[in-house]
């Protein structure tokens, strides 16, 4: 096949072999299995199995799944049936509040929005189905931003200052973890014309599996009928459609991203017990 990087493609051999064995192959069995090159075939293990990837079992001596592959595949399982679970929901949201309601999932430093349901006022947004924006520049970046750990933003946020679209947009890293914190303290994050001057946003996460940020749904509003909204009453509708729609994603605590509690430590301390 043209333009087939051999590499990559013994990688999908090795794990395709791994897959079809639910208790694991030997070294010797995966060389039999894949025909491939025993050198090259032990290069490929030990950078899947310091991936995680893959699993080395010291007792059996065989290779299996490792947690990452699982990781990925919830991922894309989320992904798959997000927006057909969340779409009732989010119509409901809209003719309940009377406003525009979007739906977004986080693809590294943006959120990438996947569903809208246009009031019957339109707003002028910069935002739209397939369309991307900077995460620490939207509610719905931030509202999933405040799922993560500390450690985790600074993976993805390496370099700073960011680019700024009004003079609301935060652009520092500190500034953004300052901004998290009060967002868990409030229970719902919000936009204040920080990408669009004009626009103003109330967001909230949707959780999944192990109480993690699969999405964020947000509620948008005009600059000048913003002062006019009751917020406390947008914000309880927005989380209880949210509530519902994690409750259907399989979280057992739609709140579980408020707490604070929730450091890298303690994460790493459930993620052995699964």
């Known amino acids: 096949m043209e333009g087939l990087v051999k590499s990559a493609d013994r990688v999908v051999t090795v794990l395709s072999a791994v897959a079809e064995i639910p208790g694991g192959l030997s070294f010797t069995e ?18 899947l199995v310091a991936d995680s990837m893959i699993t080395y079992d010291e007792l059996t001596r ?46 590294g430093q943006d959120v990438l929005y ?54 609301n947009t935060i652009t520092r890293y500190d500034e953004l973890i300052q901004k998290l914190k009060h967002i868990r303290e409030q229970g719902f ?16 996460p949707v959780l999944g599996l192990e109480n993690r940020g699969v999405a964020a749904v947000s509620v948008s509003v005009s600059a000048d009928e913003f002062s006019s909204v009751k917020i406390h009453d947008l ?19 739609p709140e579980a991203w408020r707490q604070s509690a929730d450091t890298d430590s303690s994460r790493a301390v459930r993620e052995k017990l699964l």
């Not at 894949?34 to 090259?40: F, Q």
């Not at 799944?65 to 949201?93: C, N, S, T």
């Not at 719905?140 to 200052?161: C, H, N, V, W, Y």
């Open 62 to 107: 065989v290779y299996y799944f490792g947690p990452r592959l699982w990781e990925l595949a919830m991922k894309y399982y989320d992904r798959l049936h997000l927006v057909p679970l969340a779409w009732p929901y989010i119509e409901q949201l809209r003719d309940t509040c009377g406003q525009t309601v979007q739906m977004a999932v986080l693809d």
């Open 235 to 253: 914000v309880r509708v927005l989380r209880k459609q949210c509530h519902l729609m994690a409750r259907r994603l399989g979280s057992t605590d």
């Open 114 to 167: 996947v569903a809208k349901a246009e009031s019957h006022r339109p707003l002028q947004m910069a935002s739209y189905v397939g369309s991307r924006l900077p995460a620490y520049a939207t509610g719905l970046g931030k509202a999933l931003l405040a799922t993560l750990t500390d450690s985790r933003l600074r993976t993805i946020f390496p370099q700073e200052p960011w680019p700024a679209f009004t003079k």
């Open 30 to 47: 995966l060389l039999n299995k894949t025909g491939i090159p025993k050198s090259s075939l032990h290069g490929i293990i030990q950078t």
């Open 189 to 204: 994050a919000e936009d204040m014309g920080e990408y669009s001057p004009d626009i103003r946003c109330i967001a909230y």
